[in-house]
């Protein structure tokens, strides 16, 4: 049992009306860690690069059984090839599709049911950038903007939530920005669907947790990972100067976000519901000068 689940049965017995128990905070202290993930089978979407690779190996550590999707094939084989490296026990399927093609979402979902019956967690973490002058935006790159940060995690959301609510519960994370809640110049597109990614995180909230699913988004600060070094390469992003201007004085690092996801997957959040979880370093805090 979770320390954080505790019944009337197992409260301190020397104070019979005491709120808590003290076993169940002890073990908390103790370090109970994340061992309630084992066996169960998270799929990551996004996991061949960044913070989808991090967030498999962080699950990966913990016993839990992979399902991975990525529209990077080659990408996908060379994570997969590096998570079973790094512990060659944990089960892993990985699956080549688009988050943003409904059908190949369908499929994915339907082959994880095939190989282990359910679905427990399910990150929803595929997402692109769209830096671009707004004036200057296609149609098209908006609606690919729309498609894979905004439908997909929908496709991929109700897919494991279907499957969820038949077999008694589930998580799913959502990877929002803290673009999704203050905005930046020209990344109109990334920061309108961010930020229906982290309302959507809680109108699924509120309609699935009396069925069992509890749906949350993590919205990270700069993360020094593929995505970011692309928009570096392209003089698109300063290091340096994003580094000055967060108040913890640097950008995040994958281990980070996937540490929180860990946390939010795990039952120790059991209570947390339609929760934005920001990790900014203090970024969207910050409205000085
Ligand atoms: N890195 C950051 O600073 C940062 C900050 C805030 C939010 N995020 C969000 O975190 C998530 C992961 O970002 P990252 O920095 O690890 O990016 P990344 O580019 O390193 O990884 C993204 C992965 O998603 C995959 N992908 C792209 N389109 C896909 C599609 N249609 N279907 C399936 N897979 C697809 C890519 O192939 C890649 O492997 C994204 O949603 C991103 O918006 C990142």
């Not at 967030?55 to 992979?66: I, N, Q, V």
């Not at 973490?125 to 997909?152: F, H, Y």
């Not at 309302?199 to 069925?211: H, R, T, V, Y």
Request: charged share 15%; with cysteine; glycine share 10%.
């Amino acid at each position: 049992m979770n320390a954080s689940h505790t019944n009337a049965s197992s409260r301190d017995a020397s104070f019979p009306d005491a709120p808590y128990s003290i076993e169940a905070l002890q073990a908390l202290a103790r370090g109970q860690g994340f061992a309630g993930l084992r066996d169960k089978v998270v799929l990551i979407t996004g996991a061949a690069s960044g913070i989808g690779l991090a967030m498999a190996h962080a699950f990966s550590a913990c016993g839990a059984r992979l399902a991975l999707l990525d529209v990077d094939g080659a990408a996908l084989e060379a994570a997969a090839g590096r998570l079973r490296a790094a512990a060659p026990q944990v089960p892993i399927l990985a699956q080549v599709a688009a988050v943003d093609e409904q059908p190949a979402v369908e499929r994915a979902f339907e082959a994880v049911e095939q190989a282990w019956g359910r679905v427990d967690v399910l990150l929803n973490n595929a997402g692109i950038s769209m830096n671009c002058p707004t004036l200057e935006l296609s149609g098209e790159a908006w609606r690919k903007a729309v498609d894979v940060n905004l439908n997909g995690v929908f496709y991929c959301a109700q897919a494991a939530a279907r499957r969820m609510v038949a077999r008694g519960g589930g998580v799913i994370l959502n990877m929002a920005s803290m673009y999704g809640v203050v905005a930046a110049p020209e990344r109109a597109a990334y920061c309108a669907t961010k930020a229906a990614v982290a309302m959507l995180s809680k109108s699924l909230a509120i309609e699935w947790g009396p069925l069992g699913v509890r749906v949350n988004a993590i919205a990270p600060g700069y993360v020094r990972t593929a995505l970011v070094d692309d928009l570096v390469a392209r003089g698109r992003m300063d290091l340096d100067a994003l580094a000055r201007r967060t108040p913890s004085g640097r950008l995040g690092t994958p281990e980070e976000i996937a540490a929180l996801g860990l946390f939010l997957a795990s039952d120790h959040a059991a209570f947390i519901n339609g929760h934005v979880a920001l990790a900014d370093g203090g970024w969207s805090a910050y409205s000085y000068i």
